[in-house]
């Protein structure tokens, strides 16, 4: 079993940055892909990063948002720079086994953090 809890969400105008931080327990943290997703009201749980050893962006965050991850502390981190309205949602960390960017192959996720960027 792997719990997630997310934290560093919050309400920002845009433009301005935002750092998401993701915190593991359970089992090693190092041999799990770590994924961030988001969902909008209305619209779908969508992809935005994944991490293992290298990593993955979606098209939308790409250049903006930036993945890493601290195995020593089990945490995972989403730097997201130059935001706008369209990056607000509910922002997920998950875990799987291996790096993939479909929302049904990870296994274990976190409660979400509420993002929301003013225009």
């Known amino acids: 079993q792997v719990q997630l809890v997310e934290s560093g969400g919050g309400l920002v105008q845009a433009g301005e940055s935002l750092r998401l931080s993701c915190a593991a327990s359970?089992?090693?943290?190092?041999?799990?892909?770590m994924g961030w997703f988001r969902q909008a009201p209305g619209k779908e749980r969508e992809f935005v990063a994944a991490s293992r050893g290298y990593t993955y962006y979606a098209d939308s965050v790409k250049g903006r948002f930036s993945i890493s991850r601290d195995n020593a502390k089990n945490t995972v981190y989403l730097q997201m720079n130059s935001l706008n309205a369209e990056d607000t949602a509910v922002y997920y960390c998950?875990?799987?086994?291996?790096?993939?960017?479909?929302?049904?192959?990870?296994?274990?996720w976190g409660q979400g953090t509420q993002v929301t960027v003013s225009s």
């Open positions: 998950a875990a799987a086994g291996k790096i993939t960017t479909t929302a049904d192959e990870y296994g274990y």
């Open positions: 359970g089992r090693t943290f190092n041999n799990y892909a």
